[in-house]
């Protein structure tokens, strides 16, 4: 199955489904309207696929994974031996919410579903019930020292059926197909060993850090070389980037950061340079753009010493973490090129 987005990025698919005639729930927008709404969170174990890399289901083929035994064969509730689900209430500030969890046939949890509850749209629905469900979710983790990882999810409106799923696309295979260099600066290989530990992660958190910091360490690097080269009275010229403007250009530009690709679509387009950062310097959107999200990722995991940390599982802005990964990897590519052309991309010209 060919999927669209670059590869290692997030996406969401929709399904809408059409009535016949003049129905009214066939003007419906396609990110749904107020309403009733489901959402099915599917686990799994850290390390194993619910399927095939190049392989895309609904929650109705998939029996999801975790470490926790609810059910036979796996465990027998004390009291309750033939129990086949367990019920968890969530209460935020959004309201009060129901989710069954279900087992798979071993009898260890697989998928929560949340019973209808009303949400402004598909992508509202999704925050509040993740927001609901992640707190217990951590909490269980935390008393029984297991993962409890959602790695799927799909949200149903209720009027019309619609459903949307959201999924990573796939990394494409790649041929043995670089020059063989062995002298790499000292430099230039913790950046290589970041890049790699961000394409490694399967968090957008802290795949976004990895690749912040190493955008973050090249400007500090490159006023360093600055101070030294005028204290040695020698000159030193800062790259001058800027982000392109238009679908062409950004077509070009992402042509000379990415040798291994498949034809670049409109929603590759749109996710590296995004319309409110084009044309714009890439300095001005490293400051006040990432900068800020940068913060407050910090601000959320870590808090200021002795404080208690904001919850991780209240991080709204993931989804500002996700639409703005491509960029911040482009970004670290192309100053990773300009900084080190004979290591780095050498044989692709731009």
């Not at 989710?99 to 999704?126: D, I, M, Q, S």
């Not at 500002?320 to 590519?333: F, G």
Request: aromatic residues 10%; hydrophobic residues 35%; charged residues 20%.
């Amino acid at each position: 199955m060919s999927l669209v987005g670059f590869p290692g990025t997030y996406q969401t698919l929709h399904m809408m489904y059409r009535f016949k005639g003049d129905d009214p729930r066939n003007s419906l927008p396609p990110g749904g309207s107020p309403g009733l709404y489901e959402v099915k969170f599917i686990l799994h174990r850290p390390g194993y696929r619910l399927q095939g890399e190049h392989q895309l289901s609904f929650s109705s083929g998939l029996q999801g994974d975790s470490h926790l035994a609810i059910s036979k064969p796996a465990f027998s509730p004390p009291g309750n031996p033939d129990a086949d689900q367990i019920v968890i209430a969530g209460i935020t500030e959004d309201g009060n919410f129901q989710f069954t969890g279900l087992p798979n046939e071993k009898g260890y949890l697989g998928k929560f579903v949340t019973a209808p509850f009303h949400a402004k749209n598909r992508g509202h629905a999704e925050e509040i019930a993740y927001r609901a469900l992640a707190t217990p979710l951590s909490n269980m983790s935390l008393h029984l020292d297991i993962p409890l990882e959602i790695g799927y999810h799909e949200t149903k409106e209720i009027t019309n059926g619609s459903i949307s799923v959201s999924f990573v696309s796939p990394y494409l295979e790649a041929p043995m197909a670089i020059h063989a260099t062995s002298n790499f600066s000292s430099e230039f290989r913790s950046y290589a060993a970041l890049y790699r530990e961000a394409l490694n992660t399967n968090s957008p958190v802290f795949q976004f850090l990895c690749l912040f910091k190493i955008v973050e360490s090249l400007r500090g690097r490159r006023k360093r070389l600055a101070r030294e080269a005028k204290r040695a009275s020698a000159v030193f010229t800062d790259p001058d980037e800027a982000l392109p403007g238009t679908l062409a250009e950004i077509k070009v530009w992402l042509e000379s950061l990415f040798y291994v690709r498949r034809e670049f679509d409109l929603s590759t387009l749109d996710s590296a340079v995004p319309q409110d950062v084009r044309g714009r310097k890439a300095s001005d959107v490293v400051e006040n753009v990432l900068n800020p999200l940068r913060i407050k990722v910090a601000h959320a995991l870590f808090g200021n010493p002795g404080d208690v940390p904001l919850s991780s599982d209240d991080l709204v802005h993931t989804r500002s973490i996700t639409s703005r990964l491509l960029l911040t990897k482009c970004l670290a590519r192309r100053m990773l090129k300009n900084d080190f052309p004979s290591e780095f991309l050498s044989h692709l010209p731009g």
